[in-house]
């Protein structure tokens, strides 16, 4: 472990004088490495508090670009960032480096699939859950399971929020506790709304939980599954499961969406938008642009391009994904791709 700076030991005074975490356990930090996987509500506060806290390097994953819409509970952007329509990932990056330049940082525009998991969190040794979907946290619990890494589930909907590390070996894995998904339609980001605080508490809990095992005190986190409802004021905790025998993960380590194909066109949460993965290979965003200009108004820059044709407006991104907004329906999206974009 690297031997930490005086300019180190006096940033991170706060923090090490926590009994529990200690030079020691700062140091640890600054060596560590963390990917959070979704950079919404709950992963840009997740990536705030853990660049503040002098995480060593974090891998910032996401699949999405800033709307206004996000504003209101999305910690990390401002207004500019939505004008620009610029990616979450890319406009973390930029935020964190101007809270703290000693962390690095590796930005992703991408979906988590997987195909692409083992690349982008490759070297990660604890990932934090800033999705909101079951598919992309199947995906990282088979992956977290198989490695052996740490990693901290978060969900926030309405005004109810939910915690939960998972440690493999220690603890019940989500498939343990959810050997499918939730039955039923789960209502969407849209229909049921969001308070912002609930969604912070929940990241709260997930990076007090990363920053405990980080700093080398796993054996001291009592593993807790914690349900909030900030409206009504209502906290509960369960003590967590360990493994479950039967859990096609954990027990059988059988890891049946690490090989998933995962590529058929997902309608967003909550977005009247549909995203249609990598189809036609990497895509060279000037070309397009002159070839989409003739056709309606096309922005690009070097993260995305964007075109708009009412009632649509289809954001490309240099791999040849692309999110399709105006509608839900797959069969909508994947026309509008293929008259568009080709592939
Ligand atoms: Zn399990």
Redesign the pocket.
């Known amino acids: 472990m690297t031997p930490m700076t005086a300019a180190q030991k006096q940033r991170y005074s706060r923090q090490i004088m926590l009994a529990g975490l200690g030079a020691e356990g700062q140091e640890a930090l600054l060596d560590a490495r963390v990917a959070i996987v979704g950079l919404g509500a709950l992963g840009s506060f997740q990536a705030a508090a853990l660049a503040r806290a002098g995480i060593g390097h974090l891998a910032l994953i996401d699949r999405d670009y800033v709307e206004l819409v996000n504003l209101q509970r999305q910690w990390l952007y401002e207004e500019a960032d939505a004008q620009e329509a610029l990616p979450k990932a890319i406009a973390a990056a930029r935020h964190l480096a101007r809270v703290n330049s000693e962390v690095r940082l590796t930005a992703h525009v991408a979906d988590l699939t997987a195909d692409n998991i083992a690349e982008l969190l490759e070297g990660a040794e604890l990932i934090l859950d800033g999705t909101d979907n079951f598919e992309t946290r199947y995906l990282i619990n088979d992956y977290a399971v198989r490695q052996g890494l740490p990693w901290i589930y978060g969900a926030a909907l309405g005004t109810y929020g939910l915690s939960m590390p998972v440690l493999p070996g220690r603890t019940?894995?989500l498939?343990?506790l959810y050997p499918s998904p939730p039955q039923g339609a789960p209502p969407t980001c849209e229909t049921e709304g969001i308070l912002n605080a609930v969604t912070s508490a929940v990241a709260s809990l997930q990076a007090a939980a990363a920053l405990k095992i980080l700093a080398g005190q796993a054996a001291a986190l009592e593993p807790r599954i914690t349900t909030l409802d900030l409206w009504t004021g209502e906290i509960r905790q369960i003590r967590q499961p360990g493994?479950?025998p039967g859990?096609r993960?954990?027990?059988e380590r059988r890891f049946e969406h690490l090989e998933g194909a995962g590529r058929d066109p997902i309608t967003l949460c909550g977005r009247n938008a549909v995203q249609i993965h990598q189809r036609a290979g990497p895509v060279d965003l000037a070309e397009l642009k002159r070839r989409l200009a003739p056709l309606g108004e096309v922005r690009a820059n070097e993260f995305a391009l964007r075109f708009s044709t009412p009632p649509y407006q289809i954001t490309i991104f240099p791999d040849g994904r692309a999110i399709i907004q105006g509608t839900t329906d797959p069969g909508v999206a994947r026309g509008l791709y293929a008259r568009y974009v080709g592939g």
Do not use: D
Request: hydrophobic share 20%; proline share 10%.
């Open positions: 019940a894995c498939k343990c493994p479950q859990c993960a954990c027990g």
